[in-house]
């Protein structure tokens, strides 16, 4: 379990990395909506003010979502998100993050996995580290 906790936690770190650099290539806002509840998250670009669609996965063709306790990541769960207020990391089109509320993300700014690893997310920049817990 404690590989898969670290695949997840690597697959989730480059994922917001590519939220990020979409928002900044195509000039769009992208986002990240976690569920704990269901240990998921999706990624969206905003089409117009206020609507976002789902990215399509560049490796499948499909909904950008991933599921984890399941598969490849059997045991793993989104134990808690942490990101100001609410559960959705948005980035603008020069790859600044922010929350739910759309304000400037703000430290401490995080998401849990299987409460062993902990990405954390810096203010200004959306650079990602990961803590083993």
């Known amino acids: 379990s404690t590989a898969r ?8 770190r480059t994922d917001i990395r ?15 909506v976690f569920n704990s509840a269901t240990s998921t998250y999706t990624l969206n670009r905003e089409t117009s003010p206020g609507v ?4 399509v996965d560049p490796s499948s063709h499909g909904t950008y ?12 769960t989104i134990s808690a998100v942490s ?3 609410g559960s959705t990391l ?3 089109s020069y790859g600044a993050p ?3 509320a759309e304000t400037a993300l703000t430290e ?11 990405l954390d997310l810096t203010a200004q920049t959306g650079k990602v580290s990961i803590t083993i817990l």
């Open 65 to 76: 979502q991933v599921v984890f306790n399941t598969g490849v990541y059997v045991g793993v």
């Open 98 to 100: 922010f929350n739910a």
């Open 83 to 85: 990101l100001n207020s």
């Open 18 to 32: 590519y939220a990020q650099i979409l928002a900044m290539q195509t000039q769009t806002r992208t986002r990240i």
């Open 90 to 92: 948005i980035f603008d």
């Open 5 to 12: 906790a670290n695949s997840a936690a690597y697959k989730l």
């Open 52 to 55: 976002w669609s789902t990215v």
């Open 108 to 118: 401490p700014a995080s998401v849990t996995l299987s409460a062993k690893y902990r």
